[in-house]
């Protein structure tokens, strides 16, 4: 017995005249994706993709499992390809379905005629289908409005195919196909859950974390680079800049005053990465900031470090709260990755009592007491650059 698997495209089915881009930047993901796992023929039709295992030992779970990651999916399903030809549907359903009925206790048939000129209209296909499902499981009772088990026939172009449930997909836009930005990755849980979160409006993500060896240790480093390589599942290939940080940070401390070092560092850590970026071509910066949650992600504070970016900053978890944030990290299991104890320059040096709502006027003024402009070059002249290959 046959078996593929449905992709059913998501917000980007609504596009105008620019849909087939999107559609070929999910296609290319797709195979990228699954490139490892075997040999497959693909095809689409309306705002379906087909996904067509070649070798006998492919294992189709792990298909299912890099599929639901990959963003621009709506929906996807296993299913059973039938001839389109009733008697066939229905003996293949009972031998498909067997193991998911036979656990049930209640099911619906739906129907999808996409090709009109098959002879039966979808409530006949339905009612048909559900009497020889009844007779060969008698254990099962219909219940059209809130079954067990959905069982769905559609009728496409070439041939009929069945199947249980569909399957939720990630949502969200093809990554790559509303250009690249730049993620500060520190390696707390915030970071990696504001790469997810941009990753899914079809943002490249590239990513930046500084160091202050021997203020932060090697294993702070590779806590950083496992969540680099977990978000590949989600985001893609990912260009990963570590600079390095340590001078900058002891001039803070010894020329500016303590009040001012957080949203000081911050607004040198956002120069540096505009810097990079414009070398990478990332049309943005993206950060975990959610307001109010630390002193230097107040409002007043972030007006202040936005006073250095000449392009935008991307805040997609401003508006959530930390239970919201850790459910996000939990799901895309990054969290205990993010909790291990190693501690990242952002707690460095770390003011007793920082300015809560600064005033860009003070910070500038604090700022402009050291020339930091050689120690910035020196950074980005020394940024170490490692690339973590597409998810799988």
Known sequence: MKEIILVKYGEMALK????RSFEDMLTKNIK?????LGKFTYASAQSTFYITPEDEDIDIDEVEEKIGKIFGIAAYCRVCVCEKDFADIAEKSVEYLS??????????VTAKRADKAFPMKSPEICAELGGILLEKFPDLSVDVNDPEVTVTVEIRDTNAYVHAENIKGAGGLPVGSSGKAMLLLSGGIDSPVAAYMMAKRGVRISAIHFVSPPYTSDRARLKVETLCEKLTDYCGGIAFFCVPFTEIQEAIRDNCPEEFFTIIMRRLMMEIAQR???????LALITGESVAQVASQTMQAMVCTDAVCRIPVFRPLAGLDKTEIIEIARKIDTFETSILPYEDCCTVFTPRHPKVRPRPEDVEKAQSSFD???????????????TFTYGG
Not at 32 to 36: E, F, M, V
């Open 16 to 19: 105008g005249l620019n849909k």
């Open 32 to 36: 990228r994706r699954l490139k490892k």
């Open 99 to 108: 193991e998911t009925l036979s656990a049930a206790k209640t099911f619906k």
């Open 276 to 282: 990079i970026s414009a070398k990478e071509e990332c």
């Open 372 to 386: 930091f402009e050689p120690l910035i070059e020196k950074a980005v002249e020394n940024t170490e650059l490692k």
